[in-house]
Structure formats: C-alpha cells, structure tokens
C-alpha cells in the first residue's frame, strides 16, 4: 500500500465520527435525565435571590420601645433601624431572616401585627422597623426553604460598631 493510497482513503471517517457522537449525545443525555431522575433538579433551582436593601438609623428614637419590637423583635435600644427593601427579586418573607449573629427572627415574625408592613412577599418598597444598639452589626439574611443554603443579602454596621 502506498502513501499516497493511504491519504485518499477516508471511508473510516464517517463511521468514526458519527459513533463518537452517538456516545456523546447518549453521556449527555443521561447525565440531564439522572440529574431529574435522583432529585438533584431541584437542588439547582435554589440560588438566591438577587435584591437590595437600604438601612436607615434613627439614633433619636429610642429602639427598646419602637412600633415593632414585640415579640423580641429588638437588638437594642439605641435607635430604630428602618430596613427598606429597595429593589431585586420579591422574597418570602419566612426565608428572609434580620440576624445580629446571634439572634435572628423571620420577616414574617410576630411583628407583622404591628404598623410595620411585615408579612407575606417582601417586594420593592416593603419596610420593617427594628430596635438596634450603636454597635450592633445587623444582616439581611436569606434561608432556602430546605435549609441547605443562605446568602447575605444586605448590612448595616452601627456608628459604634
């Protein structure tokens, strides 16, 4: 056989080609089944939402006694915080979380019986007050529904702090 023989014959090609795209499009496809099949689908549409919040202190009200802290909803005394959700995706209000480290309660915690329009969805515009210290480093914290993952969302740090 000669070289030049050798360099014109491509009847293999085709065959060869076309079974490593048969396997590919086979791996990729069970990959995207099994994925569903094992319940990791799921697992892949919980990322957190994307929003923006705004903190606005009031260092001339006193916190322990503002419109919505019953129910344990304060971290101090020092000022009022006023947690205004400024724009992004709407949260439930039961996987939004207001934490100082230590302690932390729901958006849709027992304050939504006062003035402060807690409750249901968070959406651009929805406010909540908190009683807070000078030093108090207070987070907007979100939760997935499983549990499994959190992210920050917004912080605010006391004059203080």
């Not at 023989?5 to 590919?24: N, T």
């Not at 503002?66 to 400024?86: K, N, R, V, Y």
Request: with cysteine.
């Amino acid at each position: 056989m000669e070289f030049t023989e050798l360099v014109r014959d491509d009847e293999a090609v085709s065959p060869v080609i076309g079974v490593i795209l048969m396997v590919a499009i086979t791996v990729i496809l069970a990959a995207v089944i099994g994925t569903f099949v094992l319940g990791l689908g799921d697992e892949l549409e919980s990322t957190s939402p994307q929003a923006s919040f705004t903190f606005d202190f009031d260092g001339s009200v006193d916190g322990s006694s503002g419109e919505c802290d019953s129910g344990g909803q304060t971290f101090g005394g020092d000022g009022l915080l006023t947690i205004t959700h400024d724009g992004g995706d709407e949260i439930d209000g039961d996987q939004l979380f207001i934490t100082d480290g230590s302690n932390k309660w729901s958006w849709n915690s027992g304050a939504s019986s006062n003035d402060c329009n807690i409750g249901g969805t968070v959406s651009a515009g929805s406010t909540a007050q908190v009683g807070v210290g000078d030093g108090d480093t207070i987070r907007m914290v979100w939760e997935s529904s499983n549990g499994g993952d959190s992210a920050t969302l917004g912080k605010w740090t006391g004059p203080d702090a």
